[in-house]
Structures are given as structure tokens and as C-alpha cells.
């Protein structure tokens, strides 16, 4: 007791005396309340970080370095945010992604750091394997050729992280995802980042986690990246927070778009049969970025997968049998000029029954009048 007392007049004796000195001699000093807590990786402070210390931390941190994937670099507060994000997220529904893996690093520290195998999510890991592009290689040069069975190693003992080779954004449309609960980007490449996080939005469940790793660090095209990031932000009418470690950081607080909508992509996306239209699949993509109090109703929704499902079963060349028949189709009476114009062209019969002579429905190729002008 005796002691606390004493040891509060030395410090505030302490205060009166030195506190008019400036802050950088104290630091210099190295004095009590200005002790150096953390300085590393660009970011210096004297607040309390005692998560350094703790055990868990403590090991998840030695296999993030013992991958080698941030070449030697401590880093230690960045992963701190990492592992933060990734045990809030774990309750959150949905799957982990990470955009920018490099030699797993980051991806193996989550894993152990929230006992991964036991949460029954998938945890993807989106990465070239193979460095930047030819076009992008002047940003960052890895130098470890091809990485991808060295980082599949690194998961042998858990069977739900799964490596998705290929450049972002491309390889995104080859895999189905379903909602996200933890996303973390970490490329630094410009586009890529910023497509990342525009394909992933409508996927993440309300209270999912944006961990961007390049938001505010100071590499080479960080403004590039972080005016990228802005205008999404924007858009979304959502606030990335900076963190002092050059990450940034979003919480999404709207629900995902609606999972009959997901279910109906990942319906096309893994039918053999069907692909996309490139300009569709940009169509596809401004529509899941849009504000949800703008998104369509189930009625639109169920009418799209009817047409798809008639255009795949029924072909092309039947549309107007098909799906323009969904849309404002009506009957036309036998005194309609349409129909008495077809009567006077074609046998009776096969206007009625609306098939060829064949009995076969009328395709554009096989109606007599094909080709036929006015
Ligand atoms: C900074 S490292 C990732 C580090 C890792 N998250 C960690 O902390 O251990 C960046 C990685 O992003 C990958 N990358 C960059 N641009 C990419 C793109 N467009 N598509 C796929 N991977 C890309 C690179 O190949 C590299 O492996």
C-alpha cells in the first residue's frame, strides 16, 4: 500500500519535472510513460499491446513466419488484426477467402489460430501460385517460381482449404461461392484487389469482415489501390476504416444478396452446357453490387431460371415457342390479320396445332414462311 502511494509521488514528480521537455527527448529517453510498446513494420507506439505476449498469438505468428512468406519482414501487428477479424468471423455464417496467398503465411496462422478444421467452413485460397503477371511484375518480383504444391503441403491436414489457382479477377468465375464471412485481400495489384472485393460484396453475410491488406501501405501503386477501394466504398455508401498498419478495414453490415439469386449462378456457372456471355457476366455483376432496395423480386428471379432452363432444355432456335411465350405473348383470334394471313399461306392444320407437317413445333428454319419477306 505503502509502496503504490510512494511510487505515485515519484510519477507525478516525474511528470512535473520532465514533461515540459519535448515528446522526442523523452521517447529518446526511453522513460516510463513514453517507453516504445511496438516498432515495427512502419508503425511505432507506446500503447499497451499485450497480445504480443500472449500464447496463442505467440504460435500462430512462428508459422506465419516459419512459411517464409513475408521474406524475413515482421509484421507482427498486421497479423494481429488478421487473427482478430478471423475468430470475430468464425461465427459469422459463411466461408473464409483469402485473395493473395503467396506461400500461406497468413492462411496458416488463421488456421491454427482459430482451430480451423472444427468450424466446418471451406476456407478458399485465391492465388496465382506463380508470382504477378508479366504486366504487373515490376510491383513485385517472387521469386519461388511455382508455389502451388508447396502451400497445398502446408493444409494436407486440413481438408476444407482449398487453393484456387489462376490470376484474380478470371479465376474467380470458374469457382461457385457461396456467402463469405471472412475476406482477405492481399495482391497488391490495383485491379485485382478492387475486383476482388466488388465480386466478393454481394457474397458476404451481414456482419462479415474485409480485411484489405493494402488499403493505406505504402507500396509502390498504393494510391492507385486505395483510390480503387474509395470509389467502391463509395458507391456502397460504406467506410473503410484505416488501421495505423496500412490495412483497412469493413464490416458488412447489409444482408447478402438473396440466396435464391446465388443458387440460380451457381446453377449456370456449373452447367457445362451454359456459359455466360462475357457482357452478360458483367450485367450479372453490376446487378449483385447494386443496392439491395433495388434488387428484383422472387418473380424476376424464378422467371430468369425458367427462361434459362427452357433455352438450355428447348435450344435457341425455339425461343419464340419458349421464352418470349413467358413474356407479354397473347392469343390472336382467327379473324386477327395474323392469323388470316396464315391461313391463307399455310395448310389449316398446321396453323392450329402450331407444328410443321412433321408434327414437329415450328423453329424459325422450319416454318415454310421462313425467310419470307412482305
Ligand atoms: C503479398 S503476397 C500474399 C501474402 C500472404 N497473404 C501472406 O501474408 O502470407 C501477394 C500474392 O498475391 C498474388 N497475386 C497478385 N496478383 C494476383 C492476381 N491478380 N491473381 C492472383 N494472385 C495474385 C501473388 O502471386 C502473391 O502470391
Known amino acids: 500500500m505503502m509502496k503504490d502511494w510512494i511510487k505515485g509521488v515519484m510519477k507525478r514528480l516525474f511528470v512535473l519535472v520532465f514533461s515540459p521537455l519535448p515528446k522526442d527527448v523523452l521517447r529518446a529517453m526511453n522513460l516510463p510513460d513514453y517507453k516504445t510498446s511496438y516498432n515495427e513494420d512502419g508503425l511505432y507506439t507506446n500503447h499497451n499491446c499485450d497480445f504480443l505476449k500472449d500464447a496463442r498469438f505467440q504460435e500462430a505468428y512462428a508459422r506465419f513466419m516459419d512459411t517464409g ?6 509484421m507482427r501487428w498486421r497479423l494481429h488484426t488478421l487473427l482478430w477479424a478471423a475468430s470475430v468471423s468464425q461465427h459469422v455464417e459463411g466461408d473464409f477467402v483469402e485473395c493473395g496467398t503467396y506461400l500461406g503465411g497468413s492462411a496458416r496462422a488463421i488456421v491454427d489460430y482459430v482451430d480451423f478444421n472444427r468450424l466446418g467452413k471451406d476456407f478458399f485460397l485465391v492465388d496465382s501460385f506463380q508470382g504477378l503477371s508479366e504486366e504487373h511484375r515490376h510491383l513485385h518480383d517472387y521469386k519461388e517460381g511455382d508455389y502451388f504444391d508447396r502451400v497445398r503441403s502446408l493444409f494436407v491436414d486440413h481438408p476444407r482449404v482449398k487453393l484456387v489457382k489462376g ?22 495489384v490495383a485491379e485485382a484487389e478492387v475486383a476482388a472485393l466488388r465480386f466478393f460484396w454481394s457474397r458476404l453475410s451481414k456482419g462479415a469482415i474485409v480485411v484489405l491488406s493494402y488499403y ?23 467506410e473503410i476504416c484505416y488501421f495505423p498498419t496500412g490495412q483497412g478495414l469493413i464490416v458488412k453490415v447489409s444482408e447478402p444478396a438473396t440466396g435464391r439469386l446465388l443458387e440460380w449462378e451457381k446453377g449456370m456457372t456449373s452447367n457445362p452446357v451454359i456459359s455466360l456471355d462475357p457482357e452478360l457476366n458483367v450485367m450479372l455483376e453490376a446487378y449483385r453490387v447494386s443496392d439491395p432496395t433495388f434488387a428484383s423480386s422472387r418473380y424476376w428471379e424464378v422467371l430468369s431460371r425458367k427462361n434459362v432452363e427452357q433455352l438450355d432444355t428447348e ?8 421464352v418470349a411465350m413467358n413474356y ?11 392469323m388470316q394471313f396464315l391461313i391463307r399461306s399455310l395448310p389449316a392444320i398446321e396453323v392450329v396445332s402450331g407444328r410443321d407437317k412433321w408434327g414437329q413445333k415450328w ?8 425467310g419470307w419477306r412482305c
Open 315 to 322: 435450344g435457341f432456335e425455339n425461343f419464340k415457342q419458349t
Open 69 to 74: 512468406s513475408s521474406q524475413g519482414w515482421d
Open 363 to 370: 423453329s424459325s428454319e422450319s416454318i415454310p414462311l421462313w
Open 216 to 238: 493505406a501501405y505504402p507500396v509502390r501503386n498504393w494510391k492507385e489501390i486505395k483510390a480503387g477501394y474509395d470509389a467502391f466504398a463509395r458507391d456502397q455508401g460504406v
Open 328 to 338: 407479354f405473348t397473347f392469343l390472336v383470334k382467327v379473324r386477327d390479320p395474323y
Open 167 to 188: 490470376f484474380v479477377p478470371d479465376v474467380l468465375n470458374t469457382r461457385t461461392f457461396g456467402p463469405v464471412s471472412l475476406l482477405h485481400i492481399d495482391m497488391g
